[in-house]
T-cell receptor, first 114, second 113 residues
Framework: SQQGEEDPQALSIQEGENATMNCSYKTSINNLQWYRQNSGRGLVHLILIRSNEREKHSGRLRVTLDTSKKSSSLLITASRAADTASYFCATGAKASAGSYQLTFGKGTKLSVIP | NAGVTQTPKFQVLKTGQSMTLQCAQDMNHNSMYWYRQDPGMGLRLIYYSASEGTTDKGEVPNGYNVSRLNKREFSLRLESAAPSQTSVYFC????????????FGEGSWLTVV
């Protein structure tokens, strides 16, 4: 079953604007990751935030995590046409017998219009 | 710097045929994964291998088998393909289970007719 759910499903913005995508999840997690997927390609890791962290930055990316609300957001500032892609959150949690599971959401499709 | 390499890129199968998707990573990672991606469904884990010599079922293992041939290679086999297995398959690897970055291959597009 899917753990993370992204919102919105699709987002269209003008180049230069900021893009915000949200991810909600249901159970306790160890960490949350964001990935990007260009059309027809594999997923590329963007950023990982651990459950004891509240905010992380990487270049134009800012990720927040609110474990009390079981939600995370990904902000892309000053968007570029090259940011057009699908963005996925993935929640990492301990599963049974010491194993670990990373569960992906369905993604937000971002279109940045030049 | 190949990363994760999977083959074939595209394949069309008839219902009932079998095939194996091959995957290799050159990053000396312990853990490897097979996911499938369907429209509107995100990625779902089929099988994973925490380390060489171990394999475990993921969320949607039915109709698939896997082999962790060695530390580098992790193959996915469809014994009797069904139209419901039409999907894009991604192999991935990470240093270990638990909070590590996962590196993905470029995907294998499989159509079962």
């Amino acid at each position: 079953s899917q753990q993370g759910e992204e919102d919105p499903q699709a987002l269209s913005i003008q180049e230069g604007e900021n893009a915000t995508m949200n991810c909600s999840y249901k159970t306790s997690i160890n960490n949350l990751q964001w990935y990007r997927q260009n059309s027809g390609r594999g997923l590329v890791h963007l950023i990982l935030i651990r459950s004891n962290e509240r905010e992380k930055h990487s270049g134009r990316l800012r990720v927040t995590l609110d474990t009390s609300k079981k939600s995370s957001s990904l902000l892309i500032t000053a968007s570029r046409a090259a940011d057009t892609a699908s963005y996925f959150c993935a929640t990492g949690a301990k599963a049974s017998a010491g194993s670990y599971q990373l569960t992906f959401g369905k993604g937000t499709k971002l279109s940045v219009i030049p | 710097n190949a990363g994760v390499t999977q083959t074939p890129k595209f394949q069309v199968l008839k219902t009932g045929q079998s095939m194996t998707l091959q995957c290799a990573q050159d990053m000396n990672h312990n853990s490897m994964y097979w996911y499938r991606q369907d429209p509107g469904m995100g990625l779902r884990l089929i099988y994973y291998s925490a380390s060489e010599g171990t394999t475990d079922k993921g969320e949607v293992p039915n109709g698939y088998n896997v082999s962790r041939l060695n530390k580098r290679e992790f193959s996915l086999r469809l014994e009797s393909a069904a139209p419901s297995q039409t999907s894009v398959y991604f192999c991935a690897s990470s240093e270990s289970l638990g909070g590590n970055t996962i590196y993905f291959g470029e995907g294998s597009w499989l159509t079962v007719v």
